[in-house]
């Protein structure tokens, strides 16, 4: 399949997963404008080689599932109802984001590597979302498990990540703007992903 499909799948997935504000690019942002472009930078390379080794065990997994096609199609089915179940969370239920912005707290000046390392670590959600990204690519027929595939995916991931981490860390006080209007409506786009995602799901069940 070549190196550069595999890397460019993996980066433009990671940019569009990571691109809404979250803890951790929003720290990054705190800490560049706090302490400096330096400091943030570390913080975020700590970030990025923890997405590294989750997004490596997520596409592991997904290898293991994809040899055993009963398990991708009961996952398929279970990932509808949950895809469905948080669109609805989204649409009608969950309370609109608090307008004020959120103090994100950082505590002493001990390496911003490490802490970075630690602050990703404590996400867990890169690992289910990179499996089941893998799995649709690999039926997609955009990706095989395939030694150097994996490889060039996985520094894609990281590349794209890492990438998303510096846009915040330089240009926070631009696009901030940009960021408050997504969190007043971050619901709304979440649900909107989420219906998208169930729907195209379920499409492709029907027509195998």
């Excluded at 969950?94 to 990703?120: D, H, M, T, V, W």
Aim: positive net charge; charged residues 10%; contains cysteine.
């Amino acid at each position: 399949m070549g190196f550069l499909l595999p890397l460019a799948l993996g980066y433009v997935i990671a940019v569009l997963a990571v691109i809404l504000p979250g803890l951790i690019n929003m720290t990054a942002a705190k800490i560049s404008l706090q302490e400096g472009k330096n400091e943030a930078l570390s913080f975020a390379a700590g970030a990025s080689i923890v997405v590294f080794l989750q997004t490596y065990v997520a596409v592991i997994f997904a290898r293991f599932i994809s040899i055993h096609l009963e398990i991708i199609s009961l996952l398929q089915e279970v990932g509808i109802l949950i895809f469905t179940a948080l669109s609805i969370y989204f649409f009608w239920i969950a309370k609109k984001p608090n307008r004020q912005k959120a103090e994100i707290k950082i505590k002493g000046k001990s390496s911003r590597f490490y802490y970075g390392i630690l602050l990703s670590m404590l996400n867990f959600l890169p690992v289910p979302f990179y499996v089941f990204m893998t799995i649709s690519l690999a039926t997609s027929g955009y990706f095989h498990f395939e030694k150097w595939d994996i490889i060039s995916f996985v520094l894609g991931v990281m590349i794209g990540s890492f990438s998303v981490f510096y846009l915040y860390i330089v240009s926070f006080k631009m696009i901030e703007a940009k960021t408050t209007f997504l969190m007043k409506n971050i619901n709304t786009i979440i649900g909107a992903i989420t219906a998208l995602i169930a729907a195209c799901t379920l499409f492709k069940l029907i027509y195998n």
